[in-house]
């Protein structure tokens, strides 16, 4: 699951699952290379079945999963995460789950080297490298690199703490929204790092974050993409759905025992651990604090979820790439689709 990388912007629906299949982009998959190796990708909001099209995808296919989500590359964080079950871990090899500790950073860039590590030896093992996830910033950073960002600026960084300290993290939004406001757009008011970071590179460089992102970038060489998206929003019978997954899904964490497990991580790694600002741990934390009762924890992390699916949705539109799939991944029609689509991918086809 993925909630460290989000965003606020104002909701706008996917288009309708007819006007998707109709109007399919003209590089929905990579041009063919000689020697190119088959690259699948799952993206689409949380909740939506990516794991369950992915594991459908490489038992098979014969592929190995990459995960693409800014929470499970943290260990010990298990339920608030949502990480594949040891079982689904066993019936097809992941890759990139539990690099890092939770007070340790992981930036898209390290997340984007380390993918690349992942996706190199899939491709020795003559298997097929499917990514799977919802963090849009790790996938672009994996897909298309990311531009030289300048170096840390601890005195900058440390006023800015001080300035949230007494103003809220708030008023940090408003500042990066003055600054660079699609920036401001992508990364959550509560987000603080993310928010220093983007505030950092865009004063260091004189230029907005979201412009330098379009200039140095390494893409990914030596294969074949496709990119697919799960569309579970395309009618207000599947949104309604989808947020009907996302409310049982967050209360299956606290049921689980996200307390204990929030309980058990602030013990050893602090108040200040930035892990623990995603969302469900972040809730859960407020309860531990005494700043808010278990039942609202749960309704506002019910609600932090589905607003995040929404950001999720708005992050993915911008693909141009993107093949989109109207419904669920655990959806059996969707799955054969998907299968369709990736047996033309490997095979050198395109789609009718």
């Not at 999963?65 to 871990?89: F, H, N, Q, W």
């Not at 074949?224 to 049982?248: C, F, H, W």
């Not at 604090?289 to 911008?318: C, I, P, S, V």
């Given at each position: 699951?993925?909630?460290?990388?989000?965003?606020?912007?104002?909701?706008?629906?996917?288009?309708?699952?007819?006007?998707?299949?109709?109007?399919?982009?003209?590089?929905?998959?990579?041009?063919?290379?000689?020697?190119?190796?088959?690259?699948?990708?799952?993206?689409?909001?949380?909740?939506?079945?990516?794991?369950?099209?992915?594991?459908?995808?490489?038992?098979?296919?014969?592929?190995?999963?990459?995960?693409?989500?800014?929470?499970?590359?943290?260990?010990?964080?298990?339920?608030?995460?949502?990480?594949?079950?040891?079982?689904?871990?066993?019936?097809?090899?992941?890759?990139?789950?539990?690099?890092y500790w939770p007070d340790e950073a992981c930036t898209a860039g390290d997340y984007a080297r380390h993918a690349r590590e992942a996706l190199a030896g899939i491709r020795e093992r003559g298997r097929i490298p499917i990514v799977a996830g919802g963090t849009g910033l790790y996938l672009r950073a994996l897909l298309e690199g990311l531009a030289p960002a300048p170096?840390?600026?601890?005195?900058?960084?440390?006023?800015?703490?001080?300035?949230?300290?007494?103003?809220?993290?708030?008023?940090?939004?408003?500042v990066l929204r003055r600054l660079d406001p699609r920036a401001a757009e992508l990364i959550h008011a509560n987000d603080v790092p993310k928010l220093i970071r983007s505030i950092e590179v865009t004063l260091a460089a004189r230029q907005p974050q979201t412009e330098q992102w379009q200039a140095g970038r390494d893409a990914l060489r030596g294969y074949?993409?496709?990119?697919?998206?799960?569309?579970?929003?395309?009618?207000?019978?599947?949104?309604?759905?989808?947020?009907?997954?996302?409310?049982?899904r967050a209360a299956e964490m606290f049921e689980r025992g996200l307390m204990a497990e929030t309980e058990m991580l602030r013990e050893r790694f602090g108040d200040e651990c930035r892990a623990l600002g995603a969302l469900g741990y972040a809730?859960?934390?407020?309860?531990?604090?005494?700043?808010?009762?278990?039942?609202?924890?749960?309704?506002?992390?019910?609600?932090?979820?589905?607003?995040?699916?929404?950001?999720?949705?708005?992050?993915?539109?911008?693909?141009a790439a993107m093949r989109w799939l109207p419904g669920f991944g655990d959806d059996a029609a969707v799955q054969e689709e998907a299968l369709a689509l990736a047996r033309e991918l490997m095979t050198g086809g395109r789609a009718a």
């Open positions: 699951m993925e909630t460290l990388a989000s965003a606020t912007t104002a909701e706008r629906e996917a288009p309708h699952a007819t006007q998707e299949n109709e109007n399919v982009p003209e590089n929905w998959v990579t041009e063919r290379g000689e020697n190119e190796c088959p690259l699948l990708v799952v993206a689409g909001p949380t909740a939506s079945g990516k794991t369950a099209l992915a594991l459908r995808l490489g038992e098979e296919l014969g592929g190995e999963i990459v995960s693409c989500d800014s929470v499970a590359v943290y260990r010990l964080m298990e339920i608030g995460a949502a990480k594949p079950t040891p079982e689904e871990r066993a019936r097809v090899t992941h890759h990139c789950i539990d690099l170096q840390r600026d601890e005195v900058l960084r440390s006023r800015l703490r001080e300035r949230v300290t007494r103003r809220g993290s708030a008023w940090l939004h408003r074949r993409v496709l990119q697919m998206g799960l569309a579970p929003t395309a009618s207000k019978e599947m949104r309604e759905r989808l947020y009907a997954r996302i409310n049982d809730q859960a934390m407020a309860v531990l604090r005494g700043e808010m009762t278990l039942d609202a924890a749960l309704a506002a992390a019910q609600q932090g979820h589905r607003n995040y699916a929404k950001r999720q949705g708005t992050w993915f539109r911008r693909e």
